[in-house]
């Protein structure tokens, strides 16, 4: 696609085909930034490329932000969860901002960003740091003592999170003293925090000169296993209450430009509390799911939108549709873990490709007969697509398949 000079030069942190695809479509000059595997297939592509190790912190690191300043970069966009940090250490050079690294840092550290959402007046629940498992073994037994539990009750869990990972990955579920002698090592420090029963949903939020200019709620069915949006209808009865939340959250975390992914939990008596919040596209394909509902909106040309500092406000009033009501029907996906411990091949369950809701799937024949054990919430084997015109109908389904095998 032919590139305006006038606008912004993106820099792409990370290696995702999709958001690489929308920006050679879309009319801004770019360079991807990802580790040197992806030369080749750049290469072969004319896709703009510039070789970095996100992995390596070293006295060399201030190198990528200069280079991109010499080569005009104006902004550039974390993709992944590692690649927030550098986005904040680039952008406070290329924008000649110092505090866009210390924002950056409250996004990567959920302990720090619990804290600096107390300070904001979001109501959060009851969190500390674990150094060891002596300290979550007494986190434990205290929310538990607070909760009036007796000798002999089931503990109530607490959820032990790594600081700076994405998502599910480092989220453990702990209930009893086993629970705790299974965390290895490597995973602490971590936060610790107390479990809220609630309707669990996560936003995603466009962000321009500090307002929101697009705000979706994803609505989890089961939390690592299945998500579809727009929301139920009865979750979007609570949309006035949860943009103030995320105006809240806007306010509190200094927030100027760009797409963030925060979670929250409704509890029965309609209080909303802060899970976390992300400043980089969400996992389980949820850019994706938008594109299929909302018909010729792309979440990664809007995220190149509200972080190009050169966008007008007029080009964010005429490119974002209105929530829900421009959606044509629901799109979710489901997440498929093995429930055999030995599987040889990929079988789909003949009532899930059936049913008029299915789609696509992007699962592949395994690899390993032998199926790993899950530590924590895991990862999953591959995605389930599905799209329909009734919400329950979907939730339903999407809740359905998590009694299914997948692989035999």
């Known amino acids: 696609?032919?590139?305006?000079?006038?606008?912004?030069?993106?820099?792409?942190?990370?290696?995702?085909?999709?958001?690489?695809?929308?920006a050679a479509t879309f009319d801004r000059r770019y360079v991807v930034v990802a580790p040197e595997w992806a030369a080749d297939y750049c290469e072969k592509h004319d896709i703009p490329f510039l070789p970095w190790n996100f992995e390596r912190l070293n006295e060399r690191s201030v190198e990528i932000a200069q280079t991109l300043q010499e080569m005009g970069v104006d902004v550039a966009i974390p993709l992944f969860e590692e690649t927030v940090e550098w986005a904040g250490a680039i952008n406070s050079v290329l924008l000649d901002s110092p505090r866009l690294?210390?924002?950056?840092?409250?996004?990567r550290d959920k302990s720090l960003m619990k804290r600096r959402a107390q300070l904001g007046g979001i109501r959060v629940g009851i969190f500390e740091e674990a150094h060891d498992r002596e300290d979550v073994t007494r986190f434990l037994k205290r929310v538990n003592q607070t909760l009036l539990?007796?000798?002999?009750?089931?503990?109530?869990?607490?959820?032990?999170?790594?600081?700076?990972?994405?998502?599910?990955?480092?989220?453990?579920?702990?209930?009893?003293?086993?629970d705790v002698d299974a965390i290895p090592d490597d995973e602490f420090p971590s936060l610790m925090e107390s479990h809220l029963d609630g309707w669990e949903f996560a936003v995603e939020a466009w962000v321009h000169n500090g307002k929101i200019c697009f705000m979706n709620i994803s609505e989890y069915v089961t939390l690592g296993y299945s998500v579809y949006v727009p929301a139920s209808p009865e979750l979007e009865l609570y949309r006035p209450k949860i943009e103030e939340q995320i105006?809240?959250?806007?306010?509190?975390?200094?927030?100027?430009?760009?797409?963030?992914?925060?979670?929250?939990?409704?509890?029965?008596?309609?209080?909303?509390?802060?899970?976390?919040?992300?400043?980089?596209?969400?996992?389980?394909k949820v850019f994706e799911l938008l594109e299929?509902?909302?018909?010729?909106?792309?979440?990664?040309?809007?995220?190149?939108?509200?972080?190009?500092?050169?966008?007008?406000?007029?080009?964010?009033?005429?490119?974002?549709?209105?929530?829900?009501?421009?959606?044509?029907?629901?799109?979710?996906?489901?997440?498929?873990?093995?429930?055999r411990r030995v599987v040889s091949s990929l079988a789909i369950p003949e009532e899930t490709e059936d049913h008029p809701y299915f789609e696509s799937h992007e699962l592949t024949t395994p690899l390993e007969e032998?199926?790993?054990?899950?530590?924590?919430?895991?990862t999953h084997w591959g995605?389930?697509?599905?799209?329909?015109?009734?919400?329950?109908?979907?939730?339903?389904?999407?809740?359905?398949?998590?009694?299914?095998?997948?692989?035999?």
């Open 1 to 22: 696609m032919q590139k305006n000079p006038q606008k912004g030069y993106i820099a792409l942190l990370g290696w995702a085909p999709n958001a690489v695809e929308a």
């Open 101 to 107: 690294f210390g924002q950056a840092m409250l996004m």
């Open 149 to 178: 539990k007796l000798d002999g009750d089931p503990n109530d869990p607490i959820h032990f999170k790594a600081f700076d990972k994405a998502g599910c990955l480092g989220h453990r579920v702990i209930r009893t003293p086993d």
């Open 247 to 284: 105006n809240k959250l806007i306010k509190a975390f200094d927030i100027e430009f760009g797409m963030i992914h925060p979670e929250y939990f409704v509890t029965s008596d309609g209080e909303m509390y802060f899970g976390e919040v992300a400043y980089r596209p969400p996992g389980f």
């Open 292 to 339: 299929r509902v909302y018909p010729g909106f792309n979440a990664y040309h809007a995220s190149m939108l509200v972080f190009d500092p050169k966008t007008t406000e007029q080009e964010i009033a005429d490119y974002f549709p209105t929530p829900v009501a421009d959606a044509k029907g629901y799109a979710g996906c489901f997440g498929v873990y093995p429930r």
């Open 370 to 378: 032998i199926v790993t054990k899950r530590t924590a919430f895991g």
């Open 383 to 408: 995605l389930v697509y599905f799209v329909g015109d009734d919400a329950k109908r979907l939730h339903e389904l999407l809740k359905r398949q998590e009694d299914l095998d997948f692989y035999v």
